[in-house]
């Protein structure tokens, strides 16, 4: 099966340096085939005989933990289920960004996070992903970080542009 990894907070400033070299290597060590780093990003994809995305995960953040010396969480998505994401991909006004969750947040969360007016920024999804539209003032000035994300869903999320699953897709 083909995957892709979203690794969080990778390479953003002075923590979590991670090169890409470094990252493709541990991949392949992991057993995983057709492995490809994308920019400096934190972003691969990868083939695996496993079927479990939870499994793949724990394993990269481990083998990141121990021989790279990070703490990163890593999100484990099967190709077809980001193809799904961005053949879904609302018409929203604004600067938009695919938020990827790494595990099904409880259902009252979810609720209060899409029913919650974020003015002027526009959030819609599901269970997996969701799709935030920054207003005017742009991403640096909105409220919805990943952090407050994370806390109000009770799991943890990664954003990307359509432009960069587009490319891991490709």
């Known amino acids: 099966m083909s995957y892709v990894l979203l690794l969080r907070a990778v390479n953003l400033g002075p923590r979590n340096k991670l090169a890409m070299k470094d990252l493709k290597a541990l991949l392949e060590d992991l057993g995983h085939g057709?492995?490809?780093?994308?920019l400096n990003s934190g972003n691969a994809t990868f083939t695996s005989s496993s079927r479990s995305v939870t499994r793949l995960a724990t394993a990269i953040e481990d083998?990141?933990?121990?021989?790279?010396g990070l703490d990163v969480r890593?999100?484990?998505?099967?190709?077809?289920?980001?193809?799904?994401?961005?053949d879904e991909l609302p018409a929203l006004d604004g600067y938009l960004v695919v938020n990827v969750l790494?595990?099904?947040?409880?259902?009252?969360?979810?609720?209060q996070v899409l029913e919650t007016d974020w003015s002027p920024e526009v959030v819609v999804g599901n269970d997996q992903v969701?799709?935030?539209?920054?207003?005017?003032a742009g991403v640096q000035s909105s409220k919805l970080t990943n952090a407050r994300?994370?806390?109000?869903?009770g799991v943890g999320c990664t954003a990307r542009?359509?432009?960069t699953l587009r490319k891991l897709l490709a």
């Open 34 to 38: 057709d492995v490809q780093t994308f």
């Open 63 to 68: 083998g990141l933990r121990e021989r790279l």
């Open 74 to 86: 890593a999100c484990v998505r099967r190709d077809t289920d980001l193809q799904k994401a961005l």
């Open 102 to 111: 790494f595990d099904r947040p409880p259902a009252a969360a979810l609720q």
């Open 130 to 136: 969701l799709y935030l539209a920054f207003g005017p």
């Open 149 to 153: 994300l994370e806390k109000l869903l």
């Open 161 to 163: 542009t359509p432009a």
